[in-house]
């Protein structure tokens, strides 16, 4: 029963981190004028709200509640980014910056995941697999804010 309270509590850390990414590319999407930028954040989006619901339905298999929240951090970086972006007149560089900076903490949230959550193999793999495609991400958008500083 341990095991699958702390199991239930570790998806529900992705499911928050996810909930973050899911608000910071709205936010990114509604700051930036750049329509290449509008289509990636939107795909960025949808992607990690097939990752929630995928989590969520994991969650509700091992008998737990899927949280609705959002990180701390999530909420203090969003408003960063917020105040940022007023700041900067929406400048594509920054944007990037940010949109990685968020990519980092999705992947750290998820690299503890994998390495301090006792997780069964049903979940490991879905995690596992979600972290793969969000390494993807991040390295894209990396290469992107690479390109405008070169």
Same mark, same amino acid.
């Not at 899911?22 to 930028?37: F, K, M, R, S, V």
């Given at each position: 029963?341990?095991?699958?309270?702390?199991?239930?509590?570790?998806?529900?850390?992705?499911?928050?981190?996810?909930?973050?990414?899911?608000?910071?590319?709205?936010?990114?999407?509604?700051?930036?004028?750049?329509?290449?930028?509008?289509?990636?954040?939107?795909?960025?989006?949808?992607?990690?709200?097939?990752?929630?619901?995928?989590?969520?339905?994991?969650?509700?298999?091992?008998?737990?509640?899927?949280?609705?929240?959002?990180?701390?951090?999530?909420?203090?970086?969003?408003?960063?980014?917020?105040?940022? =972006?007023?700041?900067?007149?929406?400048?594509?560089?920054?944007?990037?910056?940010?949109?990685?900076?968020?990519?980092?903490? =999705?992947?750290?949230?998820?690299?503890?995941?994998?390495?301090?959550?006792?997780?069964?193999?049903?979940?490991?793999?879905?995690?596992?697999?979600?972290?793969?495609?969000?390494?993807?991400?991040?390295?894209?958008?990396?290469?992107?804010?690479?390109?405008?500083?070169?």
């Amino acid at each position: 029963m341990e095991n699958s309270k702390n199991e239930i509590q570790a998806l529900n850390s992705l499911i928050e981190i996810n909930n973050d990414r899911i608000q910071g590319y709205q936010t990114a999407e509604e700051e930036t004028e750049h329509t290449d930028l509008k289509s990636l954040f939107g795909s960025n989006r949808s992607q990690s709200q097939l990752f929630k619901s995928e989590l969520s339905n994991t969650v509700r298999k091992l008998g737990g509640e899927p949280t609705e929240g959002t990180t701390v951090s999530g909420k203090a970086y969003r408003a960063w980014m917020d105040v940022k =972006a007023a700041l900067t007149g929406k400048d594509r560089t920054v944007i990037l910056s940010s949109c990685e900076f968020g990519e980092d903490a =999705a992947l750290s949230t998820y690299n503890s995941v994998l390495e301090g959550s006792d997780l069964s193999a049903q979940s490991r793999a879905i995690v596992q697999k979600q972290h793969a495609e969000l390494q993807r991400a991040h390295d894209q958008m990396k290469k992107l804010r690479d390109q405008q500083t070169a």
